[in-house]
């Protein structure tokens, strides 16, 4: 506790407990107030890439073609939230997984 000038603050909340989204810290995700959105599912998308290919040389491949993308390996990878971007970030992989380090919160479009 902090006590200042006679008055008494509870403890600092941990910021592990919040989630930051573009300066903003929103409440805690996993407390009972947001219970009610457990259920629904939304759509994640990673996206490292992309290219355009006429589709006569998507029929031709097989197992084992190549797909040259518009990016390098050190580019950031862009998270993809039902469709908006929200995010960037860098390709970890250990052992046989892989994840993403979110390095960035992009702006929300207004």
């Not at 629904?40 to 006429?54: E, K, N």
């Not at 929200?86 to 992009?106: F, N, P, Q």
């Amino acid at each position: 506790m902090l006590e200042l000038i006679g008055k008494n603050f509870p403890p600092a909340p941990n910021r592990a407990d919040k989630f930051s989204y573009n300066g903003i810290i929103e409440p805690d995700v996993r407390g009972t107030h947001m219970t009610c959105l457990n259920g629904i599912d939304i759509d994640v998308t990673a996206v490292i890439g992309s290219t355009m290919l006429p589709i006569r040389e998507i029929v031709k491949m097989g197992r084992g073609a190549m797909i040259q993308l518009d990016c390098s390996q050190d580019d950031p990878t862009t998270l993809v939230v039902n469709d908006q971007p929200v995010a960037r970030g860098t390709i970890l992989v250990a052992d046989d997984r892989m994840s993403l380090e979110i390095t960035e919160m992009l702006s929300r479009a207004r």
